[in-house]
């Protein structure tokens, strides 16, 4: 019985945090669009294209932290991050035998830290910061939801029309583009939402002087594992 019980529970725990993501993201746009005038309407803008690029950013940096550093047997983050990450190297078409809730159950429970604290903004008309942070937690954790999505689709022989379409351009993560980062020696384009920011972060090797600065300070060595 406990076994079943364990075996479920992952299951149930992503189900709950889509539906409280879902609900939580539906009151936060409702606060939002009762809020919305021609004066303010800039800053919300603002706040939802930032946020769309930050998100790419996101992806980037947390894909790059579980390819690079640690081990599945790491503790906390090991078996629910670092070894999926892993596995997909093995084999990248697995993922696309997933069903919705496996696909997105997790980014929806790690969009939570930001998206709740964000419902208790206090929004108005005039007050710009706040329509700002809500704008764009509302649109990073939006496209949090959507990108293990984005990089499924990039993975499929045929993905939905729709998907083909966005992927096309540029929208979500384009699969010839995301191919460049399962390419050997494995170590670039790890952004995968939007895959905007691998060619800036390429530009100015990002990850490869994060990797330095970390090994300077640490001693630890990246892809060791």
Not at 189 to 200: A, D, E, K, L, S
């Amino acid at each position: 019985m406990m076994s079943v019980l364990r075996q479920r529970d992952p299951h149930a725990m992503a189900c709950v945090a889509i539906w409280i993501f879902l609900v939580a993201s539906v009151w936060l746009t409702a606060r939002i669009a009762w809020m919305i005038t021609l004066s303010n309407l800039w800053i919300l803008t603002a706040g939802v294209l930032s946020g769309f690029v930050a998100q790419d950013f996101v992806s980037g940096l947390i894909h790059w932290a579980c390819d690079t550093w640690g081990s599945p047997a790491t503790p906390i983050i090991g078996d629910p991050l670092i070894r999926v990450f892993r596995e997909h190297h093995s084999d990248p078409k697995a993922m696309t035998h997933h069903g919705f809730v496996a696909t997105n159950g997790a980014n929806c429970l790690a969009t939570l830290p930001a998206l709740l604290p964000a419902l208790m903004l206090p929004l108005n008309g005039n007050a710009t910061w706040s329509m700002y942070v809500a704008a764009f937690v509302l649109s990073l954790t939006s496209f949090g939801f959507i990108t293990n999505q984005a990089h499924k689709w990039a993975h499929m022989d045929v993905p939905p029309k729709s998907a083909a379409w966005l992927q096309s351009r540029a929208l979500i993560l384009p699969p010839q583009h995301h191919a460049i980062h399962h390419a050997t020696p494995f170590d670039s384009h790890y952004c995968i939402t939007t895959g905007w920011m691998n060619r800036p972060l390429q530009r100015i090797r990002f990850f490869a002087r994060l990797e330095w600065l970390i090994t300077a300070l640490t001693g630890a060595q990246p892809r060791v594992t």
